[in-house]
């Protein structure tokens, strides 16, 4: 998808604005009432405040593109928040500080981050034909985007490759997150059959680290950028699957119900990272866990091992984060129908 901007302005939407900044919340994250996260979330240290902040606020938070204020829903007490909408980009979880058909430019301050969220909410939009109501979210940290400089240096892991029968219970909130229940009867991979659900838990780790340092306990993990499967079969070699199951670079959903189910492409075991408050309330880590569907047809989230002949195949499962870091493992699997 091409991007295109009002101005050629790149950097972040807190100080300092030139630097890189902690993103504990991931672009299409699991979210509670069966949703994506249509953007990114970027830290904030509620607990150390910029000088001048007014009561109930703590950092100052800056537009990414200039251009007038298309939406904008104030802020009413200490412990509520709004949103300011300025060209493609969105800023939730904020006290605007500028008013709607107001003209900004980039960098100038729009609003400031609400104390309690630990973050500002950053959501990026496409509009077809230049229509906001049909706005197409897409992620805001993608290398041809204006949120720089973000490096990551480290590659996706790949913790487990797994099979289970079909499965998809209802989605439920524990502790304010999303969470997919264990689901499914473990399979033997050297005797699989009719419908399989495999599944891969992957996870990328980050190299940058900031402030987390200080308080290890909101130090998550974000989810692969794009995760691809090819099946070989070991006979003659001969690939028979070879395609991307899951990307992250444009929302798979429109606002609004979701054309693909939920559970399309996260699979039973899935929790959401806890919330910024949450971790800190209970002293604990908040890194969830992300289990991949690897073979998510259009509804119809399984393998059907029936439609290839019985024998021994190899499954490869590739993953890249949004720095273009790649890993890869593969299993060996036995057809027995």
Do not use: C
Request: positive net charge.
């Amino acid at each position: 998808m091409v991007r295109t901007y009002a101005d050629d302005y790149r950097g972040w939407p807190i100080a300092p604005r030139k630097k890189q900044h902690l993103v504990r919340g991931s672009f299409l994250d699991p979210r509670t009432s069966e949703n994506y996260h249509h953007g990114i979330d970027v830290s904030v240290r509620d607990d150390r405040p910029e000088r001048g902040a007014p009561l109930g606020r703590t950092h100052r938070v800056y537009a990414l593109e200039g251009g007038r204020v298309w939406k904008v829903d104030d802020a009413t007490g200490p412990g509520d928040d709004g949103l300011v909408r300025v060209g493609h980009f969105g800023y939730g979880h904020v006290d605007p500080v500028v008013k709607l058909g107001q003209r900004v430019s980039p960098g100038q301050l729009i609003g400031w981050t609400v104390e309690g969220q630990w973050h500002v909410h950053v959501t990026e939009w496409h509009f077809p034909r230049g229509d906001r109501e049909r706005r197409v979210a897409v992620n805001p940290l993608s290398r041809r985007g204006k949120v720089a400089p973000y490096v990551d240096l480290f590659p996706p892991v790949i913790r487990e490759i797994r099979f289970f029968t079909p499965a998809s219970p209802p989605w439920t909130s524990g502790l304010g997150r999303a969470v997919f229940p264990d689901a499914g009867f473990p399979l033997d991979p050297d005797r699989l059959s009719s419908l399989v659900d495999v599944r891969a838990r992957i996870e990328d780790p980050q190299s940058f680290q900031g402030w987390y340092r200080d308080v290890p306990v909101l130090g998550t993990g974000h989810h692969p950028a794009r995760v691809h499967v090819t099946v070989t079969r070991l006979q003659d070699r001969t690939r028979v699957v070879d395609r991307d199951v899951f990307k992250s670079d444009v929302t798979l959903a429109p606002e609004g119900p979701a054309p693909i189910p939920f559970s399309h492409h996260y699979a039973p075991g899935t929790r959401q990272n806890l919330r910024a408050k949450t971790a800190l309330k209970l002293g604990r880590q908040g890194q969830g866990a992300l289990w991949f569907r690897l073979f998510a047809e259009p509804f119809i989230p399984y393998w059907n091992t029936t439609l290839l002949p019985n024998g021994r195949y190899r499954i490869k499962v590739s993953a890249w984060d949004l720095a273009g870091n790649r890993t890869s493992d593969s299993v060996d699997v036995g057809l027995n129908n």
